[in-house]
């Protein structure tokens, strides 16, 4: 193999002490629904509560002058915490603080009356939105115990919590129960929005592109309110960014942002739009987007780390840090750890590089004590920084249970760095060819296939994939970006002419 790409980078140690394998395959909790023939008596259903410290709870506000502004703080307090519970029913982004604020009227609900199968499950899905909002794993394992018990007291036909556990599964990247559960919720109101799209990611996680196209084809023809149009627009814009359909991405994220009806919900389509624009390497596009969001909602830490990616490739080193940082205090995302991690590297901070992929460690860990799935996470990890064997097993393993694209990119890329590189491509091309299943234009996926057809001695091929990749995006990564040049160079052929950030 190749020097180029086959040095070790990082700390060259696996991410998990112990080696986890096909015996460690499966990280999650298994969901268990319990039915009860009866109803659930009040003290079952106390037993089942989720223990967990107070609840994070937004500033107080300053002391009220009196009755009058005792009540109207009041009646602000409960318009939010009404307002978020629709949100959290519906799959539409909440601010944060209403989320929180949300989860401890719920909580004060379920100890009054346990009873209250609504209140269960509106508290459940509150943890699984507050969880992806934060960070914050331990919300998970929360939210299970409360739609179960949500379950418990309504029995299979509670729609509200078996959506919630559709959420759930899918934000553990747990897709065969996201799957059971969302088609669950579907059969029970075929009519009902927000069921279709846990269903679309669920498909999407395991490899059905013809399910999750139909289950598009279905959400959109469903007549909806006004208020959830710009939801849907924006599920319509992430299924047609897979297909690679980039302008009707942009335009449909577009629209939705335009007509959000709250500040957190036009910061998550602002977001989903500087993505967009990252993916196609408009660094100064994707910025004013991401930009926009974190304005509007400061907690989005998404737009946080996306403003880290704009600014690194425009070269504004130490804002592209300072973003990533305040990213991560918003949300300690392993995902973001990750990047930023590399970024250190890519600029030769070895020291703060380190200490970041400890962060990761800690991160990873904590995710698997709560039932997260981040056998992706850790495999692509392995096969850059860590142990490649190790890479591969994990990520052969997911590929069994759920063969999505991200899978089959990873999978592909650990085996070209342990050495095998006839079988990565097998998976390469299915991440990158359209009539196999990928439809993404990643710059990244196009990078791995052109880096292995390079050693296979398909020198054509793969000056093609690697001039794709900067063509798609020349900023795509700080570690891999510099090789795909440098190997087009020995190939005898120049990259496009984008110039890299200093």
Not at 136 to 154: I, W
Not at 189 to 207: E, Q
Not at 457 to 466: G, I, K, T, Y
Request: net charge neutral.
């Amino acid at each position: 193999m190749c020097a180029l790409d086959n040095r070790p980078s990082g700390p060259t140690t696996s991410l998990l002490a112990e080696p986890s394998p096909r015996r460690r395959r499966r990280v999650l909790r298994r969901l268990l629904v319990v039915a009860l023939a009866g109803g659930a008596a009040a003290g079952a259903a106390l037993m089942l509560w989720p223990h967990e410290p107070a609840p994070r709870r937004a500033a107080a506000p300053p002391p009220a002058a009196g009755p009058l502004a005792r009540a109207k703080a009041q009646a602000a307090a409960q318009a939010a915490q009404a307002a978020a519970q629709t949100a959290v029913l519906n799959g539409l982004p909440a601010a944060l603080p209403d989320l929180t604020s949300l989860i401890g009227a719920r909580q004060s609900r379920v100890r009054a009356q346990p009873k209250d199968a609504r209140a269960w499950a509106v508290l459940g899905a509150a943890y699984v939105e507050r969880a992806r909002r934060t960070d914050d794993s331990a919300d998970y394992p929360r939210a299970e115990r409360a739609l179960q018990t949500s379950l418990q007291v309504a029995g299979k036909g509670n729609t509200d919590a078996l959506a919630g556990l559709a959420a759930l599964a899918n934000a553990r990247r747990d897709f065969p129960t996201a799957k059971r559960f969302g088609e669950e919720a579907r059969k029970a109101a075929p009519k009902r929005w927000s069921t279709y799209p846990a269903l679309i990611d669920a498909y999407n996680g395991l490899g059905d592109y013809k399910a999750a196209r139909s289950a598009l084809d279905k959400l959109m023809a469903l007549k909806v309110g006004a208020a959830v149009k710009p939801a849907v627009m924006a599920r319509a814009s992430a299924v047609y960014r897979d297909r690679g359909w980039r302008e009707d991405a942009v335009a449909q994220v577009t629209d939705a942002a335009a007509a959000a009806g709250t500040p957190a919900e036009q910061a998550a389509y602002l977001a989903q739009a500087g993505q967009l624009a990252w993916e196609r390497g408009e660094r100064d596009d994707a910025l004013r987007h991401f930009t926009a969001a974190v304005r509007l909602d400061p907690d989005r830490s998404a737009a946080r780390a996306g403003q880290g990616r704009a600014l690194a490739a425009l070269g504004r080193t130490q804002e592209a840090l300072t973003a990533y940082q305040g990213a991560l205090r918003h949300r300690a995302a392993p995902q973001v750890s990750l990047e930023l991690a590399e970024l250190y590297e890519s600029l030769g901070m070895g020291r703060q590089a380190e200490t970041q992929y400890a962060q990761l460690q800690t991160q990873v860990r904590r995710e698997l004590d709560a039932g997260v799935d981040d056998e992706l996470l850790i495999g692509q990890y392995e096969a850059d920084h860590g142990d490649v064997e190790e890479a591969v097993e994990r990520l052969t393993a997911e590929w069994e249970r759920q063969p999505g694209i991200e899978v089959a990119d990873a999978l592909g890329w650990a085996l070209h760095r342990a050495g095998d590189d006839k079988e990565a491509l097998n998976y390469a091309s299915i991440a990158t060819d359209s009539t196999k299943g990928g439809g993404v234009r990643s710059a990244s996926y196009a990078f791995h296939r052109g880096m292995i057809e390079r050693d296979l001695d398909l020198d054509a091929s793969a000056r093609r994939h690697l001039q794709d990749a900067l063509r798609i995006n020349p900023y795509f990564s700080p570690l891999q970006a510099p090789v795909a040049r440098a190997t087009l160079t020995t190939l005898g052929d120049q990259p496009p002419n984008e110039e890299a950030p200093q």
